[in-house]
Structure formats: structure tokens, C-alpha cells
């Protein structure tokens, strides 16, 4: 009769390793799983991952873990799952473990505005540099497998760098040595013969479910013997759950956009006014604009890790738009702030119109790099022409809603400048307009991806659920900004009921916008790497 093994699983597992070690010539493991030699010129390392012997026992991760020394919550390293088959085709099921894929065009060295990441020319290894990194997390949007982590005790971001310390000495990563099957190693991958299969065919993916590889052109290899279902995908998959909120960048774009579009439409119309009617140019609109960008500025300082070291962020002007658009908006300030000194001090006309006008091209230039900013991003969601209707809309219902108000209180105490009259009219105008707009838009979307698959079709069961409160809160807001703007239309001029009115309505409209800037961020849903949802 067999007796049962008294030993845990673990017990067990650990006896047999040691044996399997003892049996084998010393290291000839961890040197099946390298290279020969190092990568010669145009070629690099890159993961090889053997689908068939992966188990999904997660001791990569808790190798990598412990060697690196991360904190609790922080991976580098995860593990997922593929499903297939099923009603009249057999069940199948894959694990992948996934980590950096060291990719040719990393998407992360582009859009860090710090220079904080470098891509070894020998051996294509992309690493972090820790000591230049501000935490503003930018590369976590850029990654298209949303690779990097951020450490909140470090106040940085962090990421694999395949253990290069340990290649450099001949050892293996520690996610290749603490692999109890041997299904990670490091091989070398011609980079030009990649490059050119993924410009064959740039929808191709590591695997199912995972994002465009024609994004970043990654370097890892998932290898299998056997033939995977058409209809695999995540186990995951089915996860919709709304992403991170972000919300001093919520403060950051709502603001500096309800400025901007204050100028640009102030602007307009003082360029439009008549100097003998007219009492001049007010202070009061330039003032308010300048005021608001800089609780903005500052508003963006708070998303960032290491707020004390925040100038560096203007390093990758050369390549990231993050640094693009802090130039775009420090020049905006600076010139926002002369063009209220300008005001206020009654400087002539045609100078105070020029500071006036290079004020609202800068700051309709900062505008366009935060939509370029997102769109790089590759989420579909943030596509360019998608996100620059939102923050023209956000320009136009902040920008007019927020001019009106500045006018209608300064005719109410009795300042001089353009007519109360036809800064209403405009700004109810361009208040109704922009509304419409942009309810037109949200509704044509959902209408259009609602129940297809992909990134948007999730994006839209995010707003139809989870989100759908905040959806209706934003067009509650936005609908009764615009009510309350045709409704301050019977009050007098320069009343003080109309300037109550208008008040009420760039409150309506900086709370919708920031309603909708809201779900801007939290309904992206990105395709993922299985296991990716963090």
C-alpha cells in the first residue's frame, strides 16, 4: 500500500528543483536560456516566451519582485490568461507572462518630457533613469501595454530593464531564472527583418486581445506548438472597469481651455469694436484669463510626483508633446500677463492688441498640443479629430460663459469698455452653439459604437454603466448653462440681475466641462495584454 507524501505542495516542488539542479551540469539551465553572445550590431535582445511550458505558477513575478526589490502593489511582471473554444470547439485556455517588451520605437522614450528613459544601442535594452524621473506618469499613457508603474512612496515611475546588470555578468534575468519550466529566455532578434514584418503588417499583436504591435514595434516573441483558437481572447477581457480620473489634469485642461477661449473670443471682438463707440479695450476679460491659466499651471504641478524638480519637463521638447505644451502654455502666461499689464495700464492700442492677439495664438497652439499630447496615445478614444472637438467645445462653452461673466459684472459696477449688450448676445451664441455641438457629438458616438467590440464599444458600455450618472450629471450642467445664458438675455444690460445670471452660468459651464473632462479620462478603455488590468 502507497503511503501519502506528508510534504505541502511547495515542500515538495522545492525537492524536486534541487534534484532537477543537482542532476544538471552546473548552470547549463540559465545558459540554454541566453544567447551565445551578445547582440551583434542591428540586432538586440528581446524576451522568447515558450507558451506551451508557461503554467501560469506566477514565480516570474515573485522573482522578479523579490530581485528588484519592489514595493507591495508595484510589478513589473504579470501574468494572464487566453480562453477559446467552447460550444462545438474543445475548451482551450494559454497562460502569458508578460513584462517591457524592449520595444524598437518605445513609446515611453518618446513622450517623457524628462529624458528619463534610454534605449541601449548594444544591446536595445530600454531603461528607466530613476534619478531624472518627475512622476508625471506620461509614459504610462504613451506605453501602449501601459508597462511602467508608478511608485508612490518614490514618487516615480518604474519599469523592467530585463536585469541587464545580471546579462552584462552572464546571468539570467531573474523572471528566466526563477521560471520553474523554463518557458522565458532571452534570444536575439534582428531589428531590421522585425521592423520590416511589422510595416507588412502593422495591426499584427503579441497575441490575442493585445495592442496594435505597428504602435511601438516590440521585440518579444510568444511561441506555441499549438494552433490558437480564432475566437481566443483575455480571460480578462470581459473587465470594463473605468480607468484612472487624473484630477489635477482635469483641472489643468478644463482651465487652461475655458482661458483660452475667453482671449480668442475677446479677441474677436475687440478687434471687431468700434474706437469711438466703444470706451476701449476692458481690463477685466485679459485679467480674469490670465488669473485662471495660472490656477491651471499650478493646478498641473500637483499631478507630478516630484513637483520640485517640474522644470525639468521642458528637456524633450525636441520629441515629447508633454514638453510642448508646457512651452506652449508658459509662453501663453507670459504673454497673457503682459497683455493684462497692458490693459490695466491703458498702454496704447495697437500694442495692447498685438499682446492681445500673439496671447490667443499661444494659447490656441497650447490647446492643440494637449490634444496631441492624448492622441499619441494610440487610444482610440483620444484619436486627434475626437479629442480636439472636446476641448474646442470646452474653449467655446468655458471661453464665451466665462467672458460674458467677467463683461456683465464689470458693466454691472459700472466700468467702461465693449457694450454689455453684445458681449451677451455673442456669448449666449457661442454658448448654444458649443453646447449643441458637443451633445451631438457624445450622442452620435454612442450611437455609432454601442455594442460592437473594440476600444470604443467598451468605452461606451463604460458610459452606459458605471459611468451613465456622470454622463447625465454633465448634460444636466451643460443643458442648463446654456438655458440660463438665453434666459440672461431678458434681464437689462449691465444690470446686476444679469450679472447674477452670468455668473450662474460659468459656474454651469466649468462644472459640465468638468464633468466631461472627467469622463474623457475614466472611459478609455485600451486594448490590453491578458492580465494587463491593473
Known amino acids: ?126 531603461a528607466h533613469l530613476d534619478d531624472q524621473c518627475i512622476g508625471c506618469r506620461y509614459c504610462m499613457l504613451t506605453c501602449p501595454y501601459e508597462v511602467p508603474s508608478f511608485n508612490d512612496r518614490l514618487g516615480i515611475v518604474r519599469k523592467c530593464d530585463m536585469c541587464a546588470d545580471r546579462l552584462t555578468e552572464g546571468e539570467a534575468p531573474a523572471c528566466v531564472q526563477g521560471c520553474p519550466t523554463e518557458a522565458i529566455s532571452i534570444g536575439v532578434v534582428d531589428t531590421a527583418e522585425l521592423a520590416a514584418s511589422l510595416t507588412v503588417d502593422a495591426d499584427e499583436r503579441l497575441v490575442p486581445t493585445a495592442p496594435r504591435s505597428g504602435l511601438s514595434s516590440p521585440t518579444t516573441v510568444y511561441l506555441t506548438s499549438r494552433p490558437v483558437p480564432d475566437d481566443a481572447v483575455a480571460a480578462d477581457d470581459h473587465r470594463v472597469v473605468p480607468a484612472t480620473g487624473h484630477p489635477p489634469l482635469v483641472a489643468m485642461l478644463v482651465l487652461t481651455q475655458v482661458s483660452v477661449g475667453a482671449v480668442v473670443l475677446g479677441e474677436a471682438m475687440a478687434l471687431g469694436a468700434d474706437p469711438v ?121 468655458g471661453g464665451a460663459a466665462a467672458l460674458g461673466a467677467v463683461v456683465a459684472v464689470a458693466s454691472a459696477l459700472g466700468a467702461e469698455g465693449w457694450r454689455a449688450d453684445q458681449v451677451r448676445a455673442t456669448s449666449t451664441a457661442v454658448v448654444v452653439a458649443s453646447t449643441a455641438a458637443g451633445l451631438l457629438g457624445v450622442a452620435s458616438f454612442q450611437r455609432r459604437h454601442r455594442g460592437r467590440p473594440g476600444q470604443l464599444g467598451r468605452s461606451v458600455l463604460l458610459l452606459d454603466g458605471p459611468l451613465r450618472r456622470d454622463r447625465r450629471r454633465g448634460i444636466v450642467l451643460a443643458v442648463a448653462a446654456a438655458a440660463v445664458a438665453v434666459a440672461a438675455l431678458a434681464t437689462a444690460p449691465g444690470s446686476t440681475a444679469s450679472a447674477w445670471c452670468w455668473l450662474l452660468v460659468a459656474a454651469l459651464a466649468v462644472a459640465a466641462s468638468w464633468v466631461e473632462r472627467h469622463l474623457f479620462f475614466v472611459a478609455v478603455a485600451p486594448d490590453r495584454m491578458p492580465g494587463g488590468l491593473r
Not at 500500500?1 to 547549463?28: C, I, K
Not at 500637483?302 to 514638453?323: E, I, K, Q, T, Y
Open 277 to 397: 463707440a466703444d470706451a476701449g479695450r476692458p481690463a477685466g476679460p485679459a485679467v480674469v484669463a490670465w488669473s485662471v491659466a495660472m490656477v491651471a499651471i499650478l493646478a498641473s504641478v500637483l499631478h507630478l510626483g516630484r513637483p520640485g524638480v517640474a522644470w525639468r519637463a521642458l528637456l524633450g521638447v525636441g520629441h515629447s508633446w508633454l514638453s510642448r505644451e508646457i512651452l506652449a502654455f508658459g509662453v501663453y502666461a507670459a504673454l497673457g500677463g503682459a497683455a493684462a499689464l497692458a490693459a490695466t495700464g491703458g498702454v496704447p492700442g495697437p500694442l495692447a492688441t498685438t499682446l492681445g492677439v500673439l496671447t490667443a495664438v499661444s494659447g490656441v497652439a497650447g490647446v492643440a498640443c494637449s490634444a496631441q499630447l492624448y492622441a499619441v496615445t494610440g487610444r482610440a478614444l483620444w484619436r486627434l479629430d475626437r479629442t480636439l472637438l472636446r476641448f474646442v467645445v470646452t474653449m467655446g462653452v
Open 1 to 126: 500500500m502507497r503511503t501519502l507524501d506528508a510534504r505541502s505542495a511547495v515542500e515538495r516542488f522545492d525537492d524536486w528543483h534541487d534534484d532537477h539542479e543537482a542532476r544538471s551540469v552546473a548552470g547549463a539551465r540559465y545558459e540554454r536560456a541566453l544567447p551565445a553572445s551578445p547582440p551583434a550590431p542591428g540586432s538586440q535582445y528581446r524576451f522568447e516566451v515558450d507558451l506551451d511550458r508557461c503554467s501560469g505558477c506566477k514565480a516570474c513575478v515573485s522573482a522578479c519582485h523579490s530581485l528588484n526589490g519592489l514595493d507591495g502593489g508595484e510589478t513589473w511582471r504579470s501574468v494572464g490568461l487566453l480562453v477559446g473554444g467552447g460550444d462545438a470547439a474543445p475548451v482551450w485556455q494559454q497562460h502569458v507572462t508578460t513584462a517591457c517588451h524592449h520595444c524598437l520605437e518605445p513609446a515611453c522614450l518618446a513622450g517623457c518630457p524628462v529624458d528619463a528613459y534610454e534605449k541601449d544601442p548594444v544591446t536595445g535594452i530600454v
